[in-house]
């Protein structure tokens, strides 16, 4: 997969019969797993390439000024998940103010068939584009008579009765409903992270963690959980102007593991909830690593211990029910 930054380094000439897909692609569920089915299809059958439309940066972050709300995926494992569904391109945008005030008749005319020349342009039942998301399906299907390019509407997508969607996803996974996460993303609930320092408490304890620095990634209820570990060498770096590379390579795979997310209040409650890995059979520094940590199997709630024996001897029980959890999987 290619992945263009700045449009103005774009040739449209080099890639003719664009089919393009236009969102967020938080999660890269099953519904966008389809649309993406479609854009291979469409270029297959007309001699193009497919490509997904997004953004670099959540538009809230630039218009109000605010963190990012909660995410399903991070910017480089979204990257990650695309190239494996196979998408020729990605244009990876900033999101300008100057963009936000585009009108949508403004935003698909100068980018969509001026820039990129797209040949076929697939849009989201339920998505917006344009200065205060004012564009939709019913307008894109005006601009698409007027420039003279073809319009696919993806419809819903249903499992089991529900229609997948992001906003869907997440608050299944804050609930803590991750089978039924599961069954709406097409695989488990993973989180992608780069292991940092932490407070050195559980090497002190006997049972070394790997922190994780999380973007704004949804999370479960605190508490342990029973995951699986992917050691990757994996980072976004520009490749050339207007160009980026995405190496994802993974290093280590299937590696048993534990979750503890959340405060630790046996040492005092920290401001806000920690994500500390312990692996069950493997002792290789991980510092500076990215992993993905797929969430299986919650072990238990959080727990305020009195003493540090107390917890020693839960996390005893913790790894052992792990341990029986893994058996059951073979």
């Not at 004012?134 to 894109?140: C, E, I, T, V, Y």
């Not at 002792?283 to 500076?288: A, R």
Request: aromatic fraction near 10%; hydrophobic fraction near 40%.
């Amino acid at each position: 997969m290619k992945i263009i930054t700045d449009l103005k380094g774009f040739q449209k000439k080099e890639y003719p019969n664009l089919v393009v897909a236009l969102g967020n692609f938080d999660g890269v569920h099953l519904g966008h797993l389809k649309i993406i089915s479609t854009l291979r299809e469409r270029a297959s059958k007309i001699g193009g390439r497919s490509a997904v439309f997004t953004f670099k940066e959540h538009p809230q972050r630039i218009l109000h000024h605010k963190e990012d709300p909660p995410i399903l995926t991070s910017l480089v494992h979204k990257l990650f998940l695309l190239k494996e569904a196979e998408v020729d391109l990605c244009f990876l945008i900033d999101f300008t103010l100057a963009l936000s005030q585009k009108s949508p008749e403004e935003f698909i005319r100068e980018i969509f068939v001026e820039q990129l020349g797209a040949r076929e342009i697939c849009l989201g039942f339920n998505a917006r584009f344009g200065h205060n998301r004012a564009g939709d399906s019913r307008l894109m299907k005006q601009f698409a008579e007027r420039y003279g390019f073809g319009f696919l509407e993806a419809p819903p997508f249903e499992v089991e009765g529900r229609v997948v969607s992001s906003s869907a996803i997440r608050s299944l996974v804050h609930d803590g409903k991750l089978s039924e996460a599961a069954a709406l993303l097409g695989r488990p609930y993973s989180l992608f992270g780069t292991v940092i320092s932490g407070s050195g408490r559980g090497k002190m304890l006997g049972f070394p963690t790997a922190n994780l620095d999380l973007h704004s990634e949804v999370m479960p209820p605190e508490g342990v959980y029973a995951v699986w570990v992917r050691v990757l060498s994996c980072s976004f770096t520009p490749a050339k102007q207007g160009w980026a590379e995405l190496q994802d390579d993974v290093v280590e795979d299937h590696l048993k593991a534990l979750l503890n997310y959340g405060r630790r209040p046996t040492f005092g409650a920290a401001s806000k909830p920690v994500a500390e890995v312990h692996l069950l059979d493997f002792n290789e520094n991980l510092m500076g690593k990215t992993i993905e940590v797929t969430i299986c199997e919650r072990l238990r709630s959080e727990k305020a211990f009195s003493n540090e024996e107390a917890l020693k001897n839960q996390i005893k029980q913790d790894i052992e029910a792990g341990q029986q959890w893994f058996v059951k999987q073979v």
